[in-house]
């Protein structure tokens, strides 16, 4: 794929990226049948959670699945992206005080999930992080899990092997596209952005 207003073609590590992506669909499976664990019959919706994402590399898949969404839905999720902003300009520094709804969550579902970034992914179950320099790093399930499950925490989904090799893929394309900058963005945030390319 060639993305729309990009001179690069993304196409190679945005397939390498579905495959990582895979690879985690099939780590969060096992662990959420350990647990019996489903998002079905949620009461909350984690997507009006702000998170910060900080690859490019995930950024193109946001965009490569905002692109195929029907038309009426992208605009109306510019729309709901532009309020996103201004209300998390309120919050900057105190994210967790405030729930705003993913432009991309239609009537409580992803509307590119096939292209979700990894924390989309991966939230929800309890998991560890093996830092070379700052040691183990644990994450506990969301408030749901952690209210509902009774089992022992004996399946931490391992985020390492995918954080390093999202990592890895993130170098050998900023080293490719000669990207210098660092890369933090809600994805109402990368809506926005994508809009500035078609100046
Ligand atoms: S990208 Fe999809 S899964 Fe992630 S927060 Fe937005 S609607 Fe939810």
């Given at each position: ?22 690879e985690i669909d099939n780590e969060y499976n096992r662990a ?23 690859t490019l590399i995930e950024y193109f898949a946001v965009l ?136």
């Amino acid at each position: 794929m060639e993305t729309a207003g990009y001179q690069y073609d993304v196409s190679t590590y945005l397939d390498r990226l579905y495959e990582i992506y895979r690879e985690i669909d099939n780590e969060y499976n096992r662990a959420a049948s350990y647990y019996d664990f489903s998002c079905n019959g949620c009461e909350t919706n984690c997507c009006d959670t702000v998170f910060y994402h900080h690859t490019l590399i995930e950024y193109f898949a946001v965009l490569e699945g905002f692109d195929n969404l029907p038309e009426q839905s992208r605009m109306a999720a510019m729309e709901r992206a532009k309020a996103y902003v201004k209300t998390l300009n309120r919050y900057r520094g105190k994210e967790s005080l405030v729930r705003i709804m993913c432009p991309l969550n239609f009537n409580g579902l992803c509307g590119i999930y096939e292209h979700r970034p990894l924390i989309c992914r991966i939230h929800g179950l309890p998991g560890l992080l093996k830092h070379p320099g700052k040691g183990t790093r644990s994450f506990s399930g969301c408030k749901r899990f952690e209210t509902i499950n009774r089992k022992e925490r004996n399946m931490l989904i391992d985020r390492t092997p995918f954080y390093t090799q999202i990592a890895t893929l993130e170098g050998q394309l900023r080293r490719a596209m000669e990207y210098l900058m660092k890369f933090n963005k809600t994805i109402a945030e990368m809506l926005i952005d994508r809009n500035l390319t078609g100046f």
